[in-house]
């Protein structure tokens, strides 16, 4: 993999173009400087970075060209073409258009520093579905200025490095916004579904989970009832600072639509998310029977049998019958 940079001021860099031929990258934090051996620390994405087409690009007379790993000659990796992105933990800013066009993309993972973003970053990525924070959910991060530039479902999570599952995750359904001008030329702005909101539950960079979570009793009739469902599974499958009254309201949801729940994860193939579904015990005889055909129609004999066990281990058990022996 090859980068270009900019150098900036004090020893750090702006990344302008990465060259390889995988479709996964990750960014490391630094790179070595030619001149005076000093690294380079990457604090910032440039404008269009992963763009197919890019715009504006610096004098290439000022750019530094960085061999990461296997020198030789890659194609730029961007558009269609990228899929993964792992941002290092020392990027502070992150330019405008940079993933503009890449419709593929489907995972960003980002560090545990608040972020600057500009506008129209996550333009046309329509297959954008997770944001991965490497940070406890306490901390402050950038993902109320990811989240933000993303208008469709999105799901963030709170991912500490180097362990095994998240310490927490939270779906921002989609939104929409309408803009009219008035006859006295006053723009007049409306929001279609609880996306907005559910993006505003942030302090100073921190998540708020209870204003979060209080939001889901006012109603969500005009959201996605799968992205809903999936609110609630990660709400309940990882209920950081989660209250009681929180717990039943998404529960009673969940319940009522677990085939939308089953029918993603064996889409994915997701078979540990199936197995925590199961673990949280809200489904009856009629959900273990959509299950069981769900699961007969993906032709996903794993996911079967998980479910045929845990519908045997609900089924109610018959009373030993006593027999009295009196002479």
Not at 135 to 164: C, H, Q, R
Request: aromatic share 10%; hydrophobic share 40%.
């Amino acid at each position: 993999m090859l980068l270009d940079i900019l150098p900036l001021t004090n020893h750090t860099a702006r990344l302008v173009r990465v060259y390889g031929d995988e479709p996964c990258v990750v960014i490391p934090d630094t790179v070595p400087a030619p001149a005076d051996g000093t690294p380079l620390t990457i604090t910032e994405l440039g404008d269009y970075c992963f763009s197919e087409h890019p715009r504006g690009l610096p004098d290439p007379a000022r750019l530094l060209r960085c061999v990461v790993s296997d020198a030789g000659e890659f194609p730029p990796v961007c558009g269609n073409f990228l899929e993964e992105v792992t941002l290092p933990e020392s990027l502070r800013v992150i330019g405008s258009c940079a993933f503009y066009n890449c419709r593929k993309l489907r995972l960003l993972s980002a560090g545990s520093s608040e972020l600057t973003v500009g506008s129209d970053v996550f333009l046309n990525c329509f297959a954008l579905e997770t944001l991965r924070i490497r940070a406890l959910p306490e901390d402050a991060s950038g993902l109320f200025a990811l989240a933000n530039n993303i208008t469709e479902a999105v799901e963030g999570l709170y991912w500490p490095e180097g362990e095994k599952q998240p310490r927490a995750g939270f779906w921002f359904p989609a939104y929409w916004e309408d803009v009219e001008e008035s006859p006295a030329h006053i723009l007049l702005h409306t929001f279609s579904g609880q996306g907005y909101h559910y993006r505003q539950c942030f302090l100073n960079g921190k998540f708020l989970p209870a204003e979060y979570d209080a939001i889901f009793p006012q109603g969500h009739d005009a959201d996605d009832a799968a992205i809903m469902a999936m609110l609630c599974f990660d709400r309940l499958r990882w209920p950081w600072q989660l209250s009681d009254a929180a717990r039943t309201a998404y529960r009673e949801f969940l319940s009522a639509n677990t085939g939308r729940m089953l029918t993603r994860l064996l889409k994915a193939q997701d078979l540990e998310g199936i197995k925590a579904l199961l673990a949280l015990d809200v489904m009856g005889p009629e959900a273990f029977a959509e299950g069981a055909a769900l699961a007969a129609k993906a032709d996903n004999a794993s996911a079967a049998a998980l479910l045929a066990d845990a519908e045997y281990s609900h089924r109610p058990k018959p009373k030993k019958k006593r027999y009295d022996f009196d002479f």
